[in-house]
T-cell receptor, first 114, second 115 residues
Framework: AQKITQTQPGMFVQEKEAVTLDCTYD???????LFWYKQPSSGEMIFLIY??????QNATEGRYSLNFQKARKSANLVISASQLGDSAMYFC???????????FGTGTSLTVIP | EAGVAQSPRYKIIEKRQSVAFWCNPI?????LYWYQQILGQGPKLLIQ????????DSQLPKDRFSAERLKGVDSTLKIQPAKLEDSAVYLC?????????????FGQGTRLTVV
């Protein structure tokens, strides 16, 4: 069975500070991809960053980086230099090599405080 | 590049009525997904198409939900008859191919309220 767990329902961060959003996953597939999406109040899911299960280095995309610890089955998102526009829901997702659907966590609501 | 288009954005219907949602994926994207997102939860897959064939519809309540993707391009999702618990945001997504590593691009969703 595939499962994504996000244990932080809500997080607050001061503007310009860094924040880490937690994600753990469970899968029996040896090959899979891990994704983070941002969902602002408008509703659209915006792709942020991707990490492959066999990638040796942690993924980075601008202010976003993914702290991938395969043995712990965790894929935490780090947002550096938070901006007010980062306030949104953040979803961790996994796509195993078999089946190819995306499995989502329950999300973390991030609020950036001026 | 145009994104995933969905319509309508909002829909309010009474229980037992029928409703249909439309999705036009990004041009050239072979894989199309319909997800249901209930308030406070993550999206849950309803159905996945590869071109015009169904890859996974194991979580689609087939007694009331149906979906089609004629000609392998745009898709419609129908609910008939609707129940109160169908109130949710229905998200359509597409991806370039089925290979690992390709992210899915989402539309803005259709927010359905059943009263």
């Amino acid at each position: 069975a595939q499962k994504i767990t996000q244990t932080q329902p809500g997080m607050f961060v001061q503007e310009k500070e860094a924040v880490t959003l937690d994600c753990t996953y469970d899968t029996s597939d040896p090959s899979y991809g891990l994704f983070w999406y941002k969902q602002p109040s408008s509703g659209e899911m915006i792709f942020l960053i991707y990490q492959g299960s066999y990638d040796q280095q942690n993924a980075t995309e601008g202010r976003y980086s993914l702290n991938f610890q395969k043995a712990r089955k965790s894929a935490n998102l780090v947002i550096s230099a938070s901006q007010l526009g980062d306030s949104a829901m953040y979803f961790c997702a996994m796509r195993p090599n078999t089946g190819n659907q995306f499995y989502f966590g329950t999300g973390t609501s991030l609020t950036v405080i001026p | 590049e145009a994104g995933v288009a969905q319509s309508p954005r909002y829909k309010i219907i009474e229980k037992r009525q029928s409703v249909a949602f439309w999705c036009n994926p990004i041009s050239g994207h072979a894989t199309l997904y319909w997800y249901q997102q209930i308030l406070g939860q993550g999206p849950k897959l309803l159905i996945q198409f590869q071109n015009n064939g169904v890859v996974d519809d194991s979580q689609l309540p087939k007694d009331r939900f149906s979906a089609e993707r004629l000609k392998g391009v745009d898709s419609t999702l129908k609910i008939q008859p609707a129940k109160l618990e169908d109130s949710a945001v229905y998200l359509c997504a597409s991806s370039l191919d089925i290979s690992l590593g390709r992210e899915a691009f989402f539309g803005q969703g259709t927010r359905l309220t059943v009263v």
